[in-house]
């Protein structure tokens, strides 16, 4: 009995294949983005399109998974908060084993599994952990929208890409003493 809802965009049959080591299916599809794809300043939006180009390989011991998915990233530049978008692609490769069955063709639990192993419940594999792997791991974790990006100033809070020579006159009363310092130095050597 699989825990797989065979409906899910992201759940695939894999009964064509059979268990025939060298059976191979091809499939291009899209479907929406699932919830929280991503990091705090950068994500892939829930419902937003994803395209995938994979291919299904049976093997000896399980369905090998290939391919690549096309997500729309967005978010936010970590030093000037400007929101930024762009176009991600990810590479997918995962091994789903067959489960363990016995004489009869029934699932076993045989207990020493690797419980990291990706599974193939009944005929069913679900794509969603290995895409959200793969697109989680490619993000960057400090999104930058450009890559000399200058920043906010830490006073007043402007841009410095639309201002780069923007300054402040003030002067922070931790240095207040050194800056009397400049100005006798300069009266002394007049």
Wanted: a negative charge; one cysteine or more; proline letters at 6%.
């Amino acid at each position: 009995m699989t825990t797989l809802d065979p409906r899910s965009p992201l759940v695939l049959d894999t009964r064509e294949l059979g268990r025939r080591a060298g059976a191979m299916k091809k499939l291009q599809f899209s479907v929406e983005a699932p919830a929280e794809f991503g990091v705090a300043m950068i994500a892939v939006p829930q419902g937003s399109e994803v395209d995938f180009d994979i291919r299904l390989e049976s093997v000896i011991d399980g369905v090998l998974v290939s391919g690549s998915a096309l997500v729309t990233v967005k978010g936010e530049c970590s030093r000037c908060l400007e929101p930024l978008a762009f176009d991600m692609e990810v590479d997918l490769q995962e091994m789903f084993e067959y489960p363990e069955t016995d004489s009869r063709g029934r699932e076993i639990d045989s207990g020493d599994q690797d419980e990291d192993a990706l599974k193939l419940e009944g005929d069913y594999l679900d794509l969603e952990p290995v895409l959200r792997d793969a697109v989680v791991l490619a993000l960057p974790l400090s999104p930058l929208c450009q890559p000399g990006c200058l920043g906010l100033c830490t006073t007043c809070g402007q841009n410095f890409n639309e201002d780069p020579e923007h300054q402040h006159d003030e002067v922070d009363e931790r240095w207040a003493a050194l800056a009397n310092l400049v100005t006798k130095d300069s009266d002394d050597e007049d």
